[in-house]
């Protein structure tokens, strides 16, 4: 079965260059949401979206941005990139509104290194 | 605002032998979903349970179990005859229409099984 595809899985970048990380929902999922995990930390939430809107918004930086295509996929926009934002960045997709008793699958994440 | 607890940082446990590790929750919500979620060193997220919080029967899925106590929001997972790849972090998660059904995370248990 088709799971939650991320792009790069490995991304080193220097300080204050920008990244894109890009996600590919499972086929037919809606909702997309962004997850930024330190070492050692729970995942924090981003961002969602939902149907190509965005539907929710967490801690996401304002160095940040997000979008969900047409096609469902989404990209997450980076710049300015500071040593903290080293981590590992998970999508995740799921069907949306009412249904909401669906999990949420993971996408392997990107592991982003800012040296 | 919804926020889920693990209190235990870290559990150890016998190979063969069962462990609980606990989540508790706080949410005014009657219609919601919990699930657990396991994180082995891979850094995969992998869905190991989940329950709805309008069934009273508690979910299992082989070795997995939850206890569901709705009026204490009490959510623990309990783990029969562990084997050594049970080893990894568990997130205990909440999702509801409340909070756009994004994942609302614990902190974590670190979960070691000795051999």
């Known amino acids: 079965a088709a799971g939650v595809i991320q792009s790069p899985r490995h991304l080193i970048k220097e300080k204050r260059e920008t990244a894109t990380l890009k996600c590919y929902p499972i086929p037919r999922h809606d909702t997309v949401y962004w997850y930024q995990q330190g070492p050692g930390q729970d995942p924090q939430f981003l961002i969602s979206f939902y149907e190509k809107m965005q539907s929710d918004k967490g801690s996401i930086p304002d160095r940040f941005s997000a979008q969900q295509f047409s096609d469902y996929h989404s990209e997450l926009n980076m710049s300015s990139l500071e040593l903290g934002d080293s981590a590992l960045y998970f999508c995740?997709?799921?069907?949306?509104?009412?249904?909401?008793?669906?999990?949420?699958?993971f996408g392997q994440g990107t592991r982003l290194t800012v040296v | 605002a919804q926020t889920v607890t693990q209190s235990q940082p870290e559990m150890s446990v016998q190979e063969a032998e069962t462990v609980t590790l606990s989540c508790t929750y706080d949410t005014s919500e009657s219609d919601y979903y919990l699930f657990w979620y396991k994180q082995p060193p891979s850094r995969q997220m992998i869905l190991v349970i989940r329950?709805?919080?309008?069934k009273q029967q508690n979910a299992t899925e082989n070795r997995f179990s939850v206890n569901f106590q709705k009026a204490a929001k009490s959510f623990s997972l309990k783990i029969s005859d562990s084997q050594l790849g049970d080893a990894a972090m568990y997130f205990c998660?909440?999702?509801?229409?409340?909070?756009?059904?994004?994942?609302?995370w614990g902190a974590g248990t670190k979960l070691i099984i000795k051999p």
């Open positions: 329950q709805e919080a309008y």
């Open positions: 998660a909440y999702r509801s229409p409340d909070s756009n059904y994004q994942l609302i």
């Open positions: 995740a997709s799921s069907l949306g509104g009412q249904h909401m008793n669906t999990e949420a699958f």
